[in-house]
């Protein structure tokens, strides 16, 4: 039987959570939540040196016998305005962000749109200004920011992790984390519903490629998270040959440039435009794209066995009805039964999932330190 991971923030969040409804004391909240004081006291802490909840001093508790003049209690408010997270998805020709505060409410969204650009730190400096100038003028304290988290839409080497570190460095003096946009995307969907998704869910991204993302545990606790290049499984009976030096590329038939060229269109709207207008050869391309995206998935599926696939990316968003379709072709192939649906959030709402990789590397850091100092 597979032990889930605790999650790290747990104390931390059941405060937040209790905050929101009223502020309290340090008293009235170790009895609420039904800890001691020297631990409540250790989170408190933590929160206070985030700006995440502020108290205010000088109401006087009951006398008692043993205090017959009573002492100065503190009580606790969480604190507004205060941004804890900043999650970013710089796309080909747009930027998004949004502002979280430790609750998990947005306090701010941006965007900013672009034409052309030479490499992605002028897009992403270019989105951090905005968010800087709408925090200011919305009064929004940035200034104890625990993370901000950036989604690229290509391969993160080293060179490109350090380039948007230097960038973000210039506005925020806080953890900085890069993910590809998958990944970014499929921690989106993991946190996206109520109650959260995210046990052993695996995405599916249907766009310029094929990839998926594997997450655990809602992928906010520490847990590992799987990014693969599905697009390079082999089609049966394919040879074409890939520009990744490959031949027979399952990507080669079922991403959106693919298929784009092998109806001759431009674009995916004009082979949209094509498939409802009942165009056969336009019907085959799309209908040959199913059966290898669902032989991808049946594999994918056999290696991760997730609770929930979640399909998503431009094929979907123009094509809906595809996400029946495969499921009907992959679930009779499958030992178990996972439930198959369609993503819920828009590509440009993958800046949540960039805060969802923030809150996941705090995790990892905060067991890490854990583990550290057991064996101090």
């Keep these: 039987m597979r032990t889930r991971l605790s999650d790290p923030f747990e104390l931390e969040n059941r405060i937040v959570k209790h905050l929101s409804q009223a502020p309290t004391s340090r008293r009235e909240l170790a009895r609420a939540l039904k800890v001691s004081r020297p631990t409540l006291s250790r989170a408190l802490a933590r929160l206070f040196s985030t700006n995440s909840i502020t108290s205010v001093t000088g109401v006087t508790e009951d006398e008692t016998p043993l205090r017959p003049r009573g002492r100065p209690s503190e009580t606790l408010y969480l604190r507004e305005k205060t941004g804890y997270a900043i999650g970013i998805n710089i796309a080909r020709n747009n930027a998004t962000a949004l502002i979280m505060d430790r609750a998990g409410n947005v306090l701010d969204k941006s965007s900013k749109d672009y034409c052309s650009f030479s490499d992605w730190t002028e897009p992403l400096a270019s989105i951090c200004q905005v968010i800087s100038d709408n925090a200011k003028l919305k ?180 094509f809906p009805a595809l996400s029946k379709q495969i499921a009907a072709a992959v679930a009779p192939r499958l030992f178990h039964n996972p439930k198959i649906v369609t993503a819920k959030l828009a590509d440009s709402d993958v800046a949540l999932g960039a805060v969802a990789a923030v809150y996941n590397e705090l995790a990892v850091r905060r067991r890490e330190e854990s583990i550290g100092k057991i064996y101090e």
């Design 139 to 318: 009064e929004l304290d940035l200034t104890t920011l625990s993370g901000v988290g950036v989604g690229i839409p290509e391969p993160i080497s080293p060179h490109l992790t350090n380039s948007v570190e230097q960038t973000v460095s210039r506005f925020w003096q806080c953890l900085t984390v890069t993910k590809n946009v998958v990944e970014m995307s499929g921690l989106g969907e993991s946190r996206s519903t109520q109650p959260p998704q995210g046990d052993r869910q695996l995405y599916i991204r249907i766009s310029g490629g094929v990839s998926c993302c594997f997450t655990v545990d809602n992928a906010t606790t520490g847990s590992p998270v799987i990014v693969g290049e599905l697009g390079h499984l082999p089609a049966a009976g394919q040879d074409l040959r890939c520009y990744c030096g490959r031949t027979g590329c399952l990507e080669q038939f079922t991403s959106v440039p693919a298929l784009c060229s092998l109806a001759k269109v431009s674009n995916l709207t004009e082979f949209a435009q094509k498939a409802q207008a009942g165009d056969l050869e336009t019907g085959d391309i799309l209908q040959r794209a199913l059966t290898y995206l669902a032989q991808g998935i049946e594999y994918a599926a056999l290696l991760y066995n997730p609770k929930t696939i979640v399909l998503g990316g431009e094929l979907i968003d123009t």
